[in-house]
C-alpha cells in the first residue's frame, strides 16, 4: 500500500512539470543577457494614464516637501485635559529636558488634551527602546504614531572628524 502511495505521488509529481509556464521574454541565464533583453521589452511597454495622475503625484511630492516631516513614532508621556493642564504639561517637559537632555521634546495641544511627546523615531523597534531607556522615570509612556522631524544625515563626531 505504500509503494503504491509512493509511486501515484511521484507520477502525479512528474506529470505536473510538464505545464510549467514558458519563457515569455526569452531571456538567457545570463545576468547580462537577462537585463538587456528587459530592458528592451520594458522599452517597447505604451504607458497610457491620465494626466491627473502625474499632477497628483507632483503636488503629492511638493507638499511632502514644504510639510518638513515624516511618518514616525514618539513617546507620550503626559496627557490631561484638567485646568492645570497645560502648566503641568510644561513641568513635564521641562523636568524631562533635565533627565534626558539628549532626546526631543515636544508639546502640544489637541483638544481638549494638552500633551507632551519625546523623540523622533523613524520605526518601532528605536521608539520601543527608548521607552526602555526611559521607562524607569516614566513607566506608563506609550508610543504614538506622529510626524517627525527628519533624522540628521551626519551626527557630529561625523562632522568633527572631517575637520581634523
Same mark, same amino acid.
Given at each position: 500500500?505504500?509503494?503504491?502511495?509512493?509511486?501515484?505521488?511521484?507520477?502525479?509529481?512528474?506529470?505536473?512539470?510538464?505545464?510549467?509556464?514558458?519563457?515569455?521574454?526569452?531571456?538567457?541565464?545570463?545576468?547580462?543577457?537577462?537585463?538587456?533583453?528587459?530592458?528592451?521589452?520594458?522599452?517597447?511597454?505604451?504607458?497610457?494614464?491620465?494626466?491627473?495622475?502625474?499632477?497628483?503625484?507632483?503636488?503629492?511630492?511638493?507638499?511632502?516637501?514644504?510639510?518638513?516631516?515624516t511618518d514616525g513614532f514618539r513617546l507620550e508621556i503626559f496627557f490631561s485635559s484638567d485646568t @492645570?493642564? &497645560?502648566?503641568?504639561?510644561? !513641568?513635564?517637559?521641562? +523636568?524631562?529636558?533635565?533627565?534626558?537632555?539628549? $532626546? *526631543? /521634546?515636544?508639546?502640544?495641544?489637541?483638544?481638549?488634551?494638552? @500633551?507632551? &511627546?519625546?523623540?523622533?523615531? !523613524?520605526?518601532?523597534? +528605536?521608539?520601543?527602546?527608548?521607552?526602555?531607556? $526611559? *521607562? /524607569?522615570?516614566?513607566?506608563?509612556?506609550?508610543?504614538?504614531?506622529?510626524?517627525?522631524?527628519?533624522?540628521?544625515?551626519?551626527?557630529?563626531?561625523?562632522?568633527?572628524n572631517e575637520e581634523q
Amino acid at each position: 500500500m505504500r509503494y503504491l502511495c509512493s509511486v501515484i505521488f511521484f507520477f502525479a509529481l512528474f506529470s505536473t512539470l510538464g505545464y510549467a509556464q514558458p519563457d515569455t521574454l526569452g531571456i538567457t541565464p545570463g545576468i547580462s543577457a537577462q537585463t538587456a533583453k528587459l530592458e528592451e521589452f520594458l522599452g517597447k511597454l505604451d504607458i497610457r494614464q491620465d494626466s491627473r495622475i502625474t499632477d497628483m503625484l507632483i503636488r503629492h511630492s511638493q507638499i511632502n516637501q514644504k510639510r518638513n516631516a515624516t511618518d514616525g513614532f514618539r513617546l507620550e508621556i503626559f496627557f490631561s485635559s484638567d485646568t @492645570k493642564a &497645560r502648566e503641568r504639561a510644561v !513641568r513635564v517637559r521641562n +523636568e524631562f529636558n533635565l533627565v534626558f537632555p539628549n $532626546i *526631543a /521634546s515636544y508639546m502640544l495641544f489637541q483638544t481638549p488634551n494638552f @500633551k507632551v &511627546r519625546v523623540g523622533d523615531f !523613524r520605526n518601532k523597534s +528605536e521608539a520601543l527602546k527608548a521607552k526602555a531607556y $526611559i *521607562a /524607569s522615570k516614566y513607566p506608563n509612556a506609550f508610543i504614538v504614531k506622529d510626524m517627525i522631524r527628519f533624522p540628521e544625515l551626519f551626527t557630529q563626531s561625523v562632522e568633527q572628524n572631517e575637520e581634523q
